[in-house]
């Protein structure tokens, strides 16, 4: 997809595991990294970073930007800011989440870079990213919206077909369904969905599907 100003989101797939609770999952995550030629951010750090580096190629990162801290969203976050020298931006209410992956140091390379929060704006290529803050799957869960795309970056907030779960630690069901309805549904209805996992959607369609 490309934009008027020469921005685009390039895609790739890479596979790995979901830990909470005790319980382990294979899983694969969409990696998500929106730019031109020169400059790019990348959306969510999961399990490989020379995955995430294919796809990013020889252009400059600005930023790791994190939906949220569920491990296989920001597992290769640290390894990934140390390659790009590239800062990590994370919404704090997901502090607890991060500290399940990365430890609890106060200091050094274990926390992020960045608070982000609802309304927050980054600019890569000639276009702007909106974080928007969405908690339910996560305390701490943001997408973030590019306009001049005409799309948007869920996370795990809301897929082809509705809400992300919300069976876990830290998560919410009612509170998920609000933040769906009341930050993302008010978007157009033409807006793509680019999921943390699976195939895109868009906001009309999801209207639909959630009433």
Do not use: Y
Request: aromatic share 4%.
């Amino acid at each position: 997809m490309a934009g008027s100003r020469g921005a685009r989101v390039d895609h790739a797939v890479s596979s790995g595991t979901f830990s909470l609770d005790g319980e382990t999952f294979e899983v694969d995550n969409n990696i998500w990294v929106v730019g031109d030629d020169t400059e790019c951010v990348v959306i969510d750090a999961p399990h490989s970073v020379d995955d995430i580096m294919a796809v990013v190629g020889d252009r400059k990162v600005r930023a790791i930007l994190l939906t949220h801290a569920h491990d296989d969203h920001c597992r290769v976050a640290p390894a990934l800011r140390e390659r790009t020298v590239a800062p990590i931006m994370l919404h704090p209410d997901d502090r607890p989440l991060w500290e399940l992956t990365h430890g609890d140091a106060e200091t050094g390379d274990h926390l992020w870079d960045v608070d982000l929060a609802d309304g927050f704006e980054i600019g890569v290529g000639g276009i702007t990213l909106r974080a928007i803050h969405t908690p339910g799957h996560a305390p701490g869960a943001v997408c973030f919206h590019a306009p001049d795309l005409g799309c948007v970056f869920t996370g795990d907030t809301l897929f082809q077909g509705g809400p992300g779960a919300t069976g876990r630690s830290f998560s919410d069901e009612e509170q998920i369904k609000r933040s769906i309805r009341s930050r993302l549904l008010e978007l157009p209805g033409d807006t793509v969905v680019h999921t943390g996992h699976g195939d895109d959607t868009t906001i009309g369609a999801e209207r639909e599907a959630l009433g």
